[in-house]
């Protein structure tokens, strides 16, 4: 089965420090990772997607990705952490061999930013 | 910018009164989803549907659940008999191509199901 997880459930960063939030994965075949952002109160939010091509992935708000194959990693990065990036963020997969291809969404990350 | 968008934002019910959450994908997508999360925990697969019936749903979604697209824009969730452990945040989401795994997953806003 496909699946994510993050191990860390709560990550704290200095303000203006650069931040990582971690994810691993475990699928059969080729992954389809994302991450989304969920601010309190909030929806989710799209923040970027691996599908193929280049491992590093660029998306909102100044957040990239890193995929790593022999690592089967896929970790949230930002060079430089801002207060407002505090939210929960979810790393997830999609489910092919769900025949809707649902998501699944791994346990989530908590990142305060702190001033 | 399309969005997803849900309502009420905010639902407040007796135990056992039935609820129903209602959903407006962005209209040329064809995959629908329900998901729910409890107190800011793990989001929830709860069903999905596409060609107006059920493809895929959880254990969770037992036959109190039901959803519906009624009239090709909204899609609903319909609770028949809350129960306390029904208390969540509801997600809408909907995706623009057949089960397709290099697409995104656009949610809605979410609708906080209080159950008292």
């Known amino acids: 089965a496909q699946s994510v997880a993050q191990p860390e459930d709560q990550v704290n960063v200095a303000e203006g420090n650069p931040l990582t939030v971690k994810c691993t994965y475990s699928?059969?075949?080729?992954?389809?990772l994302f991450w989304y952002v969920q601010y309190p109160n909030r929806g989710l939010q799209f923040l970027l997607k691996?599908?193929?091509?280049?491992?590093l992935v660029k998306g909102s708000y100044g957040f990239e990705a890193e995929f790593n194959k022999s690592q089967t990693s896929f970790h949230l990065k930002k060079p430089s952490a801002l207060v407002s990036d505090s939210a929960l963020y979810f790393c997830?997969?999609?489910?092919?061999?769900?025949?809707?291809?649902?998501?699944?969404f791994g346990s989530g990350t908590r990142l305060s930013i702190r001033p | 910018e399309p969005e997803v968008t849900q309502t009420p934002s905010h639902q407040v019910t007796q135990m056992g009164q039935e609820v129903i959450l209602r959903c407006v994908p962005i209209?040329?997508?064809?995959?629908f989803y329900w998901y729910r999360q409890i107190l800011g925990q793990k989001v929830e697969f709860l069903v999905s549907f596409y060609n107006n019936e059920i493809s895929e749903k959880s254990e969770i979604f037992d036959d109190q659940f039901s959803v519906e697209r009624p009239d090709g824009s909204n899609f609903t969730l319909k609770i028949r008999s809350t129960k306390l452990e029904d208390s969540a945040m509801y997600f809408c989401?909907?995706?623009?191509?057949?089960?397709?795994?290099?697409?995104?997953?656009?949610f809605g806003q979410g609708t906080r199901l209080t159950v008292v």
């Open positions: 997830a997969v999609r489910d092919f061999y769900s025949s809707a291809s649902k998501i699944i």
């Open positions: 691996y599908i193929t091509g280049d491992n």
């Open positions: 699928v059969s075949g080729n992954p389809y």
């Open positions: 209209s040329n997508h064809l995959y």
């Open positions: 989401a909907s995706s623009e191509r057949k089960g397709a795994r290099d697409t995104e997953a656009f």
